[in-house]
C-alpha cells in the first residue's frame, strides 16, 4: 500500500520523509494517493459492472432465471457482516486518531474476524455451486440444473421463489449442455442473439416457464464479479492483520494514523463494491 | 525546498563535484539503485530498461520489414512472421511508448521542474519500476515458449483459441498496466501537493501540465484495461463465454473494452510528447511560450476527449449506425487541441531567437511529422473514407507518424535535451544533427509508402501481398534500414558523450524552468540552496556567459564564491 | 446548418476541381467499380487537399521562421517585449479548425450513410467467412469461393463467420465490413464495371490471413442469371475426375493441400488416396473413400500426423455428389489410385447410399 509512514517512532509520532516539508504535507499527499488508488479500483470494477449491464440489457430473462439459482440468505447475511466490519473499522481508525490502543487493537481484530467470516460464508456458497455444477461458461451443467430444479430440497433451493415454478419439466437443450460444438441448433440460437430487441422481449415472455438458454453467461459474470471482490476482500485481511500486528507494537497515535485511516479507507471500498454486488446479483426482479 | 520568496541567486557552479558528489556517484553498488528512492536514480533505469525494450522491438521491427521485401516468404515462415509483428506491436505499445516519456524522463524532470526533493510517493514510484521489470521479463519469457500471434489488440475470438502463451503475455500486460497506474497516482499527488509556495497552476512548466493530463488519463484509463485482459485470461482459462461467441458471448464487446483503454492510451503517448515539445520550442527560440493558457488547457481537452472517441477504432466492426456517426462526430473534437498546439508552437517561433541545437531540430521534425500524422487523422476519422482505409497500411502508417513520428521523435528530442543534467556531459551538436536528418528521411522513406499502398489497396498484418505493392514495401524497408541507421548514429553520439564529452554547465540552453538551476547532474536532493522562482518562460532572467560556456542568472550574484565553495 | 455546409463543400469542390483531374487516378485510390466508390474518392480528395493546404503552411511557416530568426550564437538577447498570446489568434484557429472539421464529418456522415442503407430490391448473397476462404451462398443454394455479382444491380451481402473474426474488402468497390461470428452483418454495393477485382480479408485471422483473397467478378448486365444457372450444373456435366478438380480449386481446398507433392498446411493431394497415413493422436489410417468423406466433413476427427488440426468442416458447404467427385479426383492423381475411368464407375457403387446419380440440383439432402 502506499502507507509511505515509517513511523518507527515508539510514541506512534509520525516520521516526515525528508522530501516533505511537513507532516500535513506528507499525510494528505498519502491520502490523496489513497483515493487515487481507490478511483482506480471502481474504474476496474466499473468495467465489469458495464459487462454485467451489456448482458442484462440484452439477455434479461438469463438474469431473471439465474439468481434464483443463487442463496439470497447468504448473500444477505454476508451483506450484514460486511456493513458490520465497516462499522468497526471506521471506529478502530476514530480509536487510532484518539491514540486508544486497546480499543484499535479490538476493533481491528473483529473487523478481520468479519472478513474471515464473510469468506467463509462466501466458500460455502462456492462450494454448493460446485456440487451442483452451476458454474461458468463451459464448465455449466445444464443436466444437473434438469436434476436440481426436480429434486433439490435445500435452502439454496430456486424452485421455491422461482416465479412460475422452476420448469420441472423443462425440455433438456441438447445443444446448450454440450461443449461449444457447432451444431445447427448452436448455431441457430448464437444468431438469436442479434441485438434485435423484439426476440429479447419475446424471449424475455418465455424466461419464467422455461430454462433460458446461455444460463451460463450469467455465472460466468457471478464469479468473475464476486471472486474479484473476494480477492480485494483477500487482500484487505493481509492489510488488516499487518495494521494489527502495527497496533500491538505500539505505531500508531494521536499524531500517526495515516495507516490506519488510509486501510480504513480501503476497506470501506469493499464493503460498498459488495453492497452494489448483492443486489444487483441476488435480488433481481 | 524552502519557500520561493527568496530572492536569493542560485548557485552557478557546474565543473566542480558538489562536496557530497551528485546523484549518480553519491553511493555505489546495484543495491543502491536497484532499491533506490531517488526519482533520479529510478529515472534513469527506467530510461536504460526501456530503451532496451526500444532496441527489442526495434529488431523486431527491422525483421519484418525485411521479411516483406518480397511478395512471398523471404526470410520466414508466415506463422514466424505473425509472431514478429505482435511482438513488434506489443513491446513498443506497452514496453517503451506508454511509459517512455512519463517514467523515464517524467521520473526525472518532474520533482526538478517543482522545486522539490523527490516525488510524493518514492516507493510507489520505485514499485513501479520493479513491476514494470517484472512485467517486461514476463514478456520476454513469453518470446523464449514461442511467442504469441494474436496482434498486439489481442482480438477475441482469435486470442481466446490460437496456440502460443497468450496468457503469459496478456499477465504481462496486465502487470505492465500496474506499473502505469503507480507512476500515474504518484504523478498527480506530486503536482497538486509538492509545488513550492509561489508556483501557482498557471506558474508550471507546460511539461508538467502535459504529465499531469497523462497521469490523469493512466489512472482512470488503465484499469479498465485490467479488467479487460482479466477477462481475457479467463476466457482462455476457463471459458467463462463472456466474448466467446460459441458460448453465447460477444467477441466485439471485447473490442468495446480494449480501445476504452487503449485509444486513450494514445493520448498517454502522445500528451507528455507535446509538452516536451511546448518546453522545447520556448527555450530555442529564447522567447515565451506563446498562448501559454491555451496550451495548458489543450492537454486537458485532449485527455477528456481521449475517452470519448474508442469507438472510431470500430466503424467496420457491426456497431450501430447512430453509434458509428456519434464516435466519427466526437473523434474530431480530439483534432481541435492538437491543431491549437501546432498554431501556438509556430507562433512561439515567430521573431524568436532560433538556434538549432540538436533537441530543436528533433523538435522541429516532431512538427513535421506530427503534422502528416494528424492530419491522415482526418482521413481516418471520416466514415465514407474510413471504410476504405480501415486495417490497411494506411493506419499503419498514420499511427507511425503520430506514435513514432510524434511520440518517439520527441522522446529524443527530450533525452537530448536533458542529457547535459542527467548525466552532466554534453554531446556532438554536429553528429547529433545528422542523426536527426538521417531519422527524418529514413522516417519518412519507410511510412509515406505505407500511405500510398494503403489507400491502394494493401491490407495490413499481410505476410503475401500482391507484387504489384512490391515497389512500396522496397522503399519501405530501406527506409527503415536508414531510420535504424540515424538512430544508432544517435545513441552513438550519447555513448560518446559519456565517454569523453565535455563537462555540461548548469544551464547549457538557457532554460528558465527550475531543473536547470540544479547542478549538472544535480546532487542527490536535488537542490542545496535556495531556488529562484521566476516565470518559466521569462528568458530575460538567463544569460550566455562565454566562461561557464553556459547560461548564467542575470541578478547579480554576489555569493558566487562561497556557493562554489 | 446543412444547407451552409453543403454550400461549403460545394464550393471547395469547385475550387479543387482542376486539381483533382492532374492526378492520376492510380496515384492515391484503385479504380472505381461500384456506384460509391465515386463518392468515396471525391470525400478523400477533398480531406486530401484540406490537408495539404493545412500542412504547406505549418510547415512552410517553420521553414520561414528557421530560415529568418536563426541565430548562430547563444549569446543573443532573449527576447522579452513580444506578445505572450492573442485572444483574437486563438479563437481564430480554434474556430477555423473547427469549421473545417464539420464540413469533413458532415461529406463522411453524407457517404457513409449511403453506404450503410442497402436498397430493398437488393439481390442477396450469404457470405460465410472461414480460416482462410470465402463461401458466397447464391438464393439458388449454390456457392462459390469466388464472388460473382450482376452489373448495375444493388447486392447486399449477409456476412457471418464460422471461427475467428474476418473482415470482407472490396477495393475497387469501396467496401469493408467485419465478418463476425455469431452475429450477421451486412453491407452492400452496386458493382458499375464488368471485371475483376480482389477481394480480401482484413482482419488478422492467423497463419492463412494474406492468403484468404479470392476475386469479385462482375457479370454484364443481362448475363448473370444465365452464368448462376450454367454454373450451378455444371459439375453434372462433365466427367466426375474433372468436376472433382475444379471443385477442390473452386473450394479453396488447394490453399491448404497443394496438388504438387509438398506438404502445406494440410497434406499434399497427390499421392495421398490409397496410402497409409499416421495419425496425431496415434494409430494410422489408409486413406480410402471412407476417411477422406469423414475428413472433410468432420476434419478434426483424425487428423494426420505432422498438421495443425485447424481444417473447417465442409458439411453443407459440399454436397454428397460433389465430395464423390473430389474423391474421385483424388484417385486419379494417386498411383494407388486405380485408372480414373475405374473410379469414376466405382464411386458411385462404393457410396450407393449417399450419391444419388439423379442429376437434379441443390434441393439434394445432405
Known amino acids: 500500500m502506499s502507507t509511505a509512514a515509517t513511523g518507527k517512532g515508539n510514541e506512534g509520532r509520525a516520521s516526515v520523509a525528508h522530501y516533505f516539508d511537513s507532516a500535513r504535507q506528507q499525510y494528505e499527499s498519502q491520502k490523496l494517493g489513497m483515493w487515487l488508488f481507490l478511483a482506480t479500483e471502481i474504474l476496474m470494477f466499473g468495467g465489469l459492472f458495464c459487462a454485467y449491464a451489456i448482458y442484462r440489457a440484452n439477455h434479461p430473462e438469463i438474469f431473471l432465471y439465474a439468481h434464483t439459482l443463487l442463496d439470497k440468505n447468504l448473500g444477505a447475511v454476508n451483506t450484514i457482516v460486511l456493513l458490520f466490519s465497516s462499522f468497526t473499522m471506521a471506529w478502530a481508525v476514530r480509536a487510532a486518531m484518539l491514540g486508544q490502543r486497546r480499543l484499535l487493537i479490538g476493533l481491528l481484530a473483529v473487523t478481520l474476524m468479519c472478513g474471515f467470516g464473510f469468506m467463509g460464508i462466501k466458500s460455502i456458497e462456492y462450494h454448493h455451486k460446485w456440487q451442483h455444477g452451476f458454474l461458468w461458461g463451459q464448465r455449466f451443467d445444464y443436466a444437473a440444473l434438469e436434476g436440481h430444479a426436480v429434486g433439490h430440497d435445500a435452502a439454496a433451493d430456486a424452485a421455491h421463489d422461482a416465479p412460475g415454478g422452476a420448469a420441472p419439466g423443462a425440455e433438456p437443450d441438447a445443444g446448450h449442455a454440450g461443449a461449444p460444438a457447432r451444431t445447427d441448433d448452436e448455431a441457430g440460437h448464437v444468431m438469436a442473439e442479434l441485438d434485435t430487441a423484439a426476440e429479447v422481449s419475446m424471449a424475455h415472455g418465455h424466461a419464467a416457464a422455461t430454462i433460458p438458454r446461455n444460463l451460463h453467461i450469467f455465472f460466468g459474470i457471478y464469479f468473475v464479479m464476486t471472486g474479484l471482490h473476494g480477492i480485494h476482500v483477500l487482500a484487505g485481511m493481509i492489510m488488516l492483520g499487518w495494521l494489527l500486528r502495527r497496533a500491538i507494537r505500539g505505531d500508531f497515535g494521536t499524531r500517526n494514523y495515516t495507516a490506519v485511516d488510509l486501510g480504513g479507507l480501503y476497506w470501506h471500498l469493499v464493503d460498498l463494491i459488495w453492497i452494489f454486488l448483492f443486489p444487483l446479483l441476488y435480488l433481481i426482479h | ?565 | 446548418m446543412n444547407g451552409l455546409t453543403h454550400m461549403i463543400s460545394g464550393s471547395l469542390l469547385a475550387a479543387i476541381r482542376p486539381f483533382l483531374a492532374q492526378l492520376p487516378d492510380s496515384f492515391w485510390m484503385p479504380s472505381q467499380a461500384s456506384t460509391t466508390a465515386g463518392e468515396v474518392d471525391r470525400v478523400f480528395f477533398v480531406i486530401y487537399w484540406i490537408s495539404v493546404f493545412f500542412f504547406a503552411i505549418i510547415v512552410g511557416l517553420m521553414a520561414l521562421f528557421v530560415v529568418r530568426y536563426r541565430r548562430r550564437h547563444p549569446g543573443d538577447e532573449a527576447v522579452h517585449g513580444t506578445q505572450h498570446h492573442s485572444v483574437p489568434l486563438e479563437i481564430t484557429w480554434t474556430v477555423i479548425p473547427i469549421a473545417v472539421s464539420v464540413v469533413i464529418f458532415v461529406l463522411g456522415f453524407r457517404g457513409y450513410m449511403d453506404m450503410a442503407t442497402p436498397p430493398r430490391n437488393a439481390y442477396e448473397i450469404q457470405v460465410t467467412g472461414q480460416k482462410w476462404q470465402w463461401f458466397f451462398t447464391y438464393p439458388n443454394g449454390f456457392v462459390t469461393s469466388e464472388l460473382h455479382v450482376p452489373e448495375d444491380r444493388p447486392v447486399k451481402l449477409t456476412m457471418t463467420s464460422e471461427d475467428v473474426i474476418h473482415s470482407l474488402w472490396i477495393p475497387a468497390f469501396r467496401v469493408k465490413k467485419d465478418v463476425v461470428p455469431g452475429r450477421y452483418n451486412h453491407t452492400w454495393f452496386e458493382a458499375t464495371e464488368p471485371g475483376t477485382y480482389p477481394l480480401l480479408c482484413t482482419e488478422y485471422c492467423g497463419s492463412g490471413h494474406s492468403d484468404m483473397l479470392t476475386v469479385v467478378t462482375v457479370h454484364p448486365s443481362g448475363t448473370f442469371d444465365q452464368w448462376l444457372q450454367e454454373a450451378s450444373n455444371v459439375y453434372d456435366t462433365m466427367p466426375p475426375a474433372d468436376a472433382g478438380k475444379l471443385l477442390v480449386q473452386r473450394s479453396g481446398c488447394i490453399q491448404c493441400h497443394n496438388l504438387e507433392g509438398n506438404a502445406g498446411i494440410g497434406p499434399t493431394f497427390k499421392n495421398l488416396y490409397g496410402y497409409t497415413q499416421k495419425l496425431r493422436g496415434g494409430g494410422e489410417v489408409t486413406a480410402e473413400d471412407n476417411y477422406i468423406r469423414r475428413s472433410i466433413l468432420e476434419p478434426l476427427a483424425d487428423v494426420v500426423l505432422g498438421y495443425e488440426p485447424v481444417m473447417p468442416t465442409y458439411a453443407g458447404k459440399l454436397k454428397d455428389k460433389e465430395i464423390t467427385y473430389i474423391i474421385t479426383y483424388m484417385k486419379s492423381i494417386s498411383d494407388r489410385g486405380g485408372s480414373t475411368e475405374e473410379a469414376a464407375a466405382d464411386a458411385p457403387a462404393g457410396d450407393a447410399a449417399n450419391a444419388n446419380p439423379d442429376a437434379a440440383t441443390g434441393t439434394e439432402g445432405h
Not at chain 2, 488503465?222 to 460459441?246: K, M
Not at chain 2, 492530419?375 to 486495417?391: E, I, Q, Y
Request: some cysteine.
Open chain 2, 1 to 565: 525546498m524552502s519557500t520561493g520568496a527568496t530572492t536569493t541567486a542560485p548557485h552557478v557552479a557546474g565543473h566542480v563535484d558538489h562536496h557530497g558528489g551528485n546523484y549518480l556517484n553519491c553511493e555505489s553498488g546495484w543495491k543502491s539503485w536497484l532499491f533506490t528512492l531517488d526519482h533520479k536514480r529510478i529515472g534513469v533505469m527506467y530510461l536504460g530498461t526501456i530503451l532496451f525494450a526500444f532496441l527489442l522491438g526495434g529488431i523486431f521491427a527491422l525483421l519484418v520489414r525485411t521479411e516483406l521485401l518480397t511478395p512471398q516468404q523471404t526470410i520466414m515462415t508466415a506463422d514466424e512472421y505473425n509472431r514478429m509483428f505482435t511482438l513488434h506491436g506489443a513491446i513498443m505499445t506497452f514496453l517503451f511508448i506508454i511509459p517512455g516519456i512519463p517514467a523515464a524522463l517524467g521520473n526525472f524532470v518532474l520533482p526538478l521542474m517543482l522545486g522539490a526533493k523527490d516525488v510524493a510517493l518514492p516507493r510507489l514510484n520505485l514499485a513501479s519500476y520493479h513491476i514494470y521489470v517484472i512485467g517486461s521479463l514476463m514478456a520476454v519469457t513469453s518470446i523464449l515458449l514461442g511467442g504469441v500471434d494474436t496482434g498486439w489488440t489481442f482480438y477475441t475470438p482469435y486470442s481466446t483459441t490460437t496456440n502460443g502463451a497468450v496468457i503469459l503475455v496478456t499477465m504481462s500486460v496486465f502487470v505492465l498496466g500496474f506499473s502505469s497506474i503507480f507512476t500515474g497516482i504518484n504523478f498527480i499527488v506530486t503536482v497538486h501537493r509538492m509545488r513550492p509556495a509561489g508556483m501557482g497552476w498557471f506558474q508550471m512548466p507546460l511539461m508538467l501540465w502535459a504529465l499531469y493530463a497523462t497521469a490523469l488519463i493512466q489512472v482512470l484509463a488503465t484499469p479498465v484495461l485490467a479488467i479487460t485482459l482479466l477477462l481475457l485470461i479467463a476466457e482462455r482459462a476457463l471459458g467463462i463465454g463472456i466474448f466467446d461467441p460459441a458460448l453465447g458471448g460477444d467477441p466485439v464487446l471485447f473490442q468495446h473494452f480494449f480501445w476504452f483503454y487503449s485509444h486513450p492510451a494514445v493520448y498517454i503517448m502522445i500528451l507528455p510528447a507535446m509538452g516536451i515539445i511546448s518546453e522545447l520550442v520556448a527555450v530555442y527560440s529564447r522567447k515565451p511560450i506563446f498562448g501559454y493558457k491555451a496550451i495548458a488547457y489543450s492537454s486537458i481537452a485532449i485527455a477528456v476527449f481521449s475517452f470519448l472517441v474508442w469507438g472510431h477504432h470500430m466503424f467496420v466492426s457491426g456497431q450501430s449506425e447512430l453509434a458509428v456517426v456519434i464516435f466519427s462526430a466526437l473523434t474530431f473534437s480530439v483534432s481541435i487541441p492538437s491543431a491549437v498546439k501546432v498554431f501556438n508552437w509556430l507562433s512561439t517561433m515567430y521573431r524568436g531567437q532560433i538556434r538549432l541545437e540538436t533537441p530543436m531540430v528533433y523538435a522541429l521534425i516532431f512538427i513535421f511529422l506530427f503534422g502528416i500524422g494528424g492530419l491522415t487523422g482526418l482521413f481516418l476519422a471520416t466514415l465514407a473514407t474510413d471504410v476504405h482505409l480501415h486495417d490497411t497500411y494506411f493506419v499503419v502508417a498514420h499511427f507511425h507518424y503520430t506514435m513514432m513520428g510524434g511520440t518517439m521523435i520527441a522522446f529524443l528530442a527530450g533525452i537530448f535535451h536533458w542529457w547535459p543534467k542527467m548525466f552532466g556531459r554534453m554531446f556532438s551538436r554536429k553528429w547529433g544533427n545528422i542523426s536527426a536528418a538521417l531519422v527524418f528521411v529514413g522516417f519518412n522513406l519507410t511510412f509515406f509508402s505505407q500511405f500510398i499502398m494503403g489507400a491502394n489497396g494493401m491490407p495490413r498484418r499481410y505476410f503475401n501481398y500482391p507484387p504489384e505493392f512490391q515497389i512500396y514495401h522496397e522503399a519501405s524497408t530501406i527506409g527503415s534500414y536508414i531510420l535504424a541507421i540515424g538512430l544508432f548514429v544517435a545513441a552513438g553520439v550519447l555513448i560518446q558523450s559519456l565517454l569523453a564529452g565535455r563537462q555540461a554547465p548548469t544551464n547549457p540552453w538557457g532554460a528558465a524552468t527550475l531543473e536547470w538551476q540544479a547542478l549538472s547532474p544535480p546532487i542527490q536532493h536535488n537542490f542545496d540552496g535556495p531556488l529562484l522562482l521566476t516565470n518559466p518562460y521569462d528568458f530575460t532572467s538567463n544569460r550566455w556567459d562565454e566562461a561557464e560556456q553556459g547560461f548564467v542568472p542575470v541578478i547579480p550574484v554576489a555569493d558566487k564564491e562561497t556557493q562554489t565553495s
